[in-house]
């Protein structure tokens, strides 16, 4: 599959922030479309781990609309959380997705550990599973990350999620705090990407 060239490629997500993040990423002979082109919304998601859900969701995508599909399953892990929220990382937000709602959950559960956790540095990292399924057949799956530490506050308006509390290893400043073209070229869905690339 290598060796043939992708041209059309559905990406997987009903989510804004990953689909322009990924089509950024993505070589520009490549037609892409999105889940919402074709008015399909996301499976459940029922797997033990970030590849799991990724492969839940690149099969049900290319099955649906007869594309091969790129997916990503990614979320949040803190140290001090038992790398909670994982792959629940998006559920935290409720119903509705609210990562302002998932931002004070984090806060409040790492309060209930630790009173004094925001004078300390509390490792975290964001995890990124991408896959590429064309029909049931699983084409690749790869999983990408990026270490850092949970900002005491949140911290900028760019990105989506998590980011606004999340600041990377070697920064002083949080994904929200930088710009998309800064954060795409070091964050998880990068380092996830640049495995996956061959096969595209």
């Known amino acids: 599959m290598s060796q ?32 919402s082109n074709f008015k399909l919304n996301s499976p459940k998601e029922d797997g033990n781990t970030f590849k799991e859900n990724s492969l839940i969701k690149s099969r049900h995508f290319s099955l649906k609309s007869g594309l091969i599909c790129l997916a990503d399953d990614s979320g949040l892990e ?61 084409i690749a799956c790869v999983q990408g990350k990026v270490e850092g530490f949970i900002s005491s506050v949140p911290k ?6 998590y980011d606004p509390i999340f ?3 070697g920064k002083n400043i949080t994904f929200g705090e930088m710009k998309p073209s800064q954060k795409y070229k070091m964050d998880h869905r990068f380092n996830a990407f640049k495995k996956i690339k061959k096969f595209l």
């Open 156 to 161: 900028g308006k760019n990105g989506f999620g």
């Open 167 to 169: 600041i990377p290893v």
């Open 4 to 35: 043939k060239k992708i041209k059309n490629l559905l990406i997987g997500t009903n989510n804004k922030g990953k689909l322009k993040e990924i089509r950024s990423l993505l070589p520009k002979y490549i037609n892409i479309y999105s889940s």
């Open 78 to 138: 803190v140290d001090l959380l038992n790398k909670r929220p994982g792959i629940f990382s998006a559920r935290w937000g409720g119903k509705m997705g609210d990562f302002n709602k998932a931002i004070k959950k984090v806060y409040r559960e790492l309060s209930k550990v630790d009173k004094n956790w925001k004078n300390k540095k509390v490792k975290a990292r964001f995890i990124c599973a991408l896959s590429i399924s064309n029909l049931n057949k699983k």
